[in-house]
């Protein structure tokens, strides 16, 4: 204790305002250093982005921080006295709380029940329409909108999230930790936890923000740690001080080039023709309204749009993993309309689907498993009935080394893989065959700054190659930076097709305005 | 035939399957699938017949019973909660080590005379409601009034209690509850313990009342997997398992009385006079489960009530998705 005070009074400068204070945090994984002596200091009332690349270590910093994992050496201080904390338990009676990225919450029950899971309080009874009250007043207190009845199956991911927040605000955390809160948000639900944010910390509610986006950290946070292989790479520089170019040099420890450069090509002849499609979505509602597109070799053309607007339905139509109920899709000229997906494959179809996890690979079995699983019956894989399991090893090993999948060896299950790794088994899978036609959908969502710049020039070099790519992609800079055409959709049908990446169009007919109407309306502001 | 003595038999027999539907369910809530029902049953009735003979006192030997169900559960608990095993393959070995137990323990048993049972009695006041009072209150054994108390117990303890909150938040998703510094794998072991505990005291209330004495496998008759059938049928609901415990148990009753009269409807009752049709009678409770459970869980299915999200799953932590 003696120690700890005279060690308060040397660094009493940065000392007194500091909630919390980490210093010389060590932490080692087996076979990674995942954290190599990281100081970190949290003011009150701030929003401190820590920001880095996938299994750069600040997740595992901050786990430190919310007691699920010991440091090996360093110490951390929170409003002033040393702490150690042996379980999330005592972080959060330290005043600590952290909102993961899966959430811990129980689907089946109430949004007041799971904020009461694991409390002393009640001791026996449930007396569930008090709590509802408490947790609804406490809800509308930090402008965390919920209902405190509804069932957690029946709300949205954003709602989820607050029901997390408000978790942590009810046993008192003084201080929140959100492990990439955005990731799994919307657009308009990001605003909204913007909004949240800064409610919270005007109430004096300090914040740590994991990310790896840039322009999230320069739009939310005071200040922003940056971290790179498990180093500090910059302390608490405030975010006024910096630029996303001079972040993402940080982060990564490289310029990152954000105009991708492309080459001028000339496109060749129609790959994939989409002619009038109708289809319907999971619910059997109507999801497309009469869709037709054409993408040529050696081009890459994107499909703007709103989540939810058809986008996946389309793709799921084109690779024949759903019924048309209308129209006719052609590949390389032949109607390949509602046949099935190994139709799509035989004409040189690849899929890069937006659920990587489930769609995009099958989680238990192995990398050699998931990346032969569409030549698997070809020679020399597959002979005959049978797969010969040291070619099917001796290929994966060539594409775990052509595609720098990072995985101690070919025969782990996937599911153990990091976004970026697990992306590139499918794109292994995906494009080393070279492909007539390449649907990508989202192939670049939740990976770290260095993953979607492979991914990109991936993309790039299968245009280059002579490939039709169909990008599918709500992040508009992707779209603009890669495509040579973007198509727009909006509520199953087609607004209209833009050439020369003006982002206002694509703005305007994202939110369902009609390309006529917009020629229509800049020939009258003319007049 | 009389409706009020069919009914009457049948919620007696429907207490044994009640009893271990409400431990089954309990345990099921926990996330712990326990396929082992009728042999723990099987060693529940063996015991307690033989230890209120023992100790001539039937409660006493009820006690036994309960226990003695309740600690075979532990190796079901140790091998699929702390061994993280399949939950199947461990029931149903359970089921063989209780059921095997028992035969060889209970060797001779049928041969006891005098052995102490539960007493019978009328309930005052209720038993004078027509036909309900005859049908419930009148001549049954303590236990279907106990019966009748567990019911809502167990739905206000499920639903309304905050130990409650937790088992059902143990079966759905067991890392939510870890998180927040609940031991899962106590409470599994705790839930599947009284799983046992109520599989014990179904056994015991058919060798100690409903059907007295132990007949080797005759006595459970299969009644342990016809209790986890109803598990399903009930949606893992206390009340919905007192209906289909009563329901089967005057199924299994009106079987029996539509053997034994020699006209039936007016007509020459074929079940008195050929025999082997009878066969087909005693099959028609079980074939009825069969149904019944068809229809109950398309139901569940229908209105979102799905089994615990974690029933079945070993939890380990730190594994992604669970």
């Known amino acids: ?527 | 035939m009389n409706l009020a003595i069919i009914l009457q038999a049948g919620v007696a027999t429907g207490t044994a399957l009640l009893f271990a539907t409400l431990g089954e369910i309990l345990t099921e809530r926990s996330g712990i699938l326990n396929l082992g029902v009728e042999g723990m049953m099987l060693l529940g009735a063996m015991t307690s017949y033989a230890m209120s003979n023992k100790f001539g006192n039937p409660w006493i030997g009820i006690l036994f019973g309960m226990l003695a169900a309740g600690l075979v559960s532990q190796v079901h608990a140790f091998i699929t909660v702390t061994l993280q095993a399949d939950q199947v393959v461990s029931g149903l070995s359970l089921n063989f080590l209780a059921t095997g137990i028992s035969l060889v323990l209970g060797e001779g048993l049928n041969s006891l005379v005098g052995v102490p049972l539960i007493p019978k009695f009328d309930i005052p006041l209720l038993s004078q409601i027509p036909f309900i009072g005859d049908v419930f209150f009148a001549g049954h054994s303590a236990l279907v009034y106990v019966g009748y108390l567990m019911v809502p117990l167990a739905w206000y303890f499920i639903n309304r209690t905050r130990p409650g909150m937790h088992l059902r938040a143990v079966g759905e998703y067991p890392s939510a509850v870890d998180a927040q510094g609940i031991n899962v794998f106590g409470m599994r072991y705790f839930y599947i313990f009284v799983g046992g505990l109520l599989a014990g005291l179904g056994g015991a209330a058919i060798s100690l009342a409903i059907s007295p004495g132990f007949f080797a496998e005759k006595t459970t008759s299969g009644q342990g997997w016809i209790a986890v059938g109803l598990v399903i049928f009930a949606q893992w609901n206390p009340i919905r398992a007192a209906f289909g415990g009563y329901i089967f148990g005057a199924l299994r009753r009106l079987v029996l009385d539509i053997q034994g009269p020699m006209l039936l409807l007016g007509f020459a009752n074929p079940f008195y006079y050929n025999p082997y049709y009878g066969f087909f009678l005693k099959m028609l409770p079980y074939a009825f489960t069969v149904i019944v459970l068809i229809i109950g869980s398309r139901e569940a299915n229908r209105k979102r009530v799905g089994s615990p999200a974690a029933l079945g799953l070993p939890y380990i932590r730190g594994q992604r998705g669970l």
Not at chain 1, 21 to 48: Q, S, Y
Not at chain 1, 65 to 89: C, H, M, T, W
Not at chain 1, 308 to 337: F, M, P, Y
Request: net charge negative; proline share 3%; hydrophobic share 40%.
């Open chain 1, 1 to 527: 204790m003696e120690m700890v005070s005279t060690m308060d009074q040397e660094n009493e400068v940065r000392e007194c305002r500091n909630v919390v204070c980490m210093r010389g945090i060590v932490k080692h994984f087996p076979g990674v250093l995942a954290n190599d002596h990281v100081d970190f200091e949290l003011r009150e009332g701030e929003v401190h982005a820590l920001l880095g690349e996938n299994g750069a270590g600040k997740s595992t910093l901050m786990n430190i921080l919310a007691g699920l994992y010991r440091q090996d050496e360093g110490l951390i201080e929170v409003n002033g006295k040393e702490v150690k904390f042996n379980s999330p338990r005592d972080a959060i009676a330290a005043g600590i709380g952290m909102v993961h990225q899966h959430f811990m919450l129980v689907p089946s029950q109430s949004v007041t029940e799971n904020i009461l899971l694991g409390l002393s309080e009640p001791r026996f009874r449930l007396n569930l329409p008090h709590y509802d009250a408490v947790v609804a007043q406490m809800a509308e207190e930090y402008g965390l909108h919920v209902d405190p009845r509804a069932k957690i199956w029946q709300l949205s991911v954003g709602e989820q999230q607050r029901v997390e927040l408000l978790k942590m605000l009810y046993r008192g955390a003084e201080i929140l930790i959100m492990d990439e809160p955005t990731a799994v948000l919307a657009p308009s639900e990001i605003d909204d936890l913007f909004v949240t944010l800064r409610a919270m910390t005007q109430k004096g509610k300090s914040i740590t923000f994991i990310s790896h986006k840039l322009h999230e950290v320069m739009a939310i946070s005071n200040r922003v740690t940056v971290l790179r292989k498990g180093k500090v790479t910059s302390s608490g520089i405030n975010i006024a001080d910096t630029s996303r170019a001079g972040l993402a040099n940080l982060m990564v420890g490289r310029e990152v080039v954000f105009r991708v450069d492309k080459n001028e090509q000339e496109p060749g002849d129609v790959i994939l023709s989409v002619d009038n499609i109708h289809a319907e979505n999971n619910k059997g509602l109507k999801a497309l309204n009469g869709i037709t597109l054409n993408v040529r070799a050696g081009e890459i053309v994107g499909l703007a749009g709103v989540a939810g607007n058809g986008q996946r339905e389309l793709a799921d139509v084109i690779t024949g993993l759903r019924k048309a109920s209308e129209g006719q899709v052609i590949i390389g000229g032949e109607d390949i309309t509602n046949l099935s997906p190994k139709a799509g494959i035989r004409k040189g179809v690849s899929h890069i689907p937006e659920d990587r996890t489930h769609v995009g690979t099958a989680p238990n079995l192995s990398v050699t498993d998931n990346v032969i699983m569409k030549n698997y019956t070809e020679e020399p894989i597959g002979k005959g009935w049978m797969v010969n399991d040291t070619a099917a090893t001796k290929y994966a090993r060539e594409l775990k080394k052509a595609f720098d999948i990072i995985v101690p060896n070919v025969h782990t299950s996937v599911r153990l893989l990091s976004g970026g790794n697990l992306q590139k088994v499918i794109l292994a899978r995906e494009i080393s065959k070279k492909p007539e036609l390449l649907i990508a959908m989202q192939p670049t969502r939740g990976l770290d700054v260095g993953a979607i710049e492979g991914v990109q020039r991936l993309l790039l070099l299968q245009r280059e190659a002579g490939s039709a790519v169909l990008l599918v992609s709500e992040e508009l800079e992707e779209l603009l930076s890669l495509s040579d055409r973007i198509y727009v959709i909006y509520e199953g049908e087609i607004m209209g097709e833009v050439a020369d990446g003006d982002i206002e169009k694509i703005g305007l007919m994202m939110t369902g305005m009609q390309m006529e109407d917009i020629r229509l309306q800049g020939e009258k502001s003319n007049e």
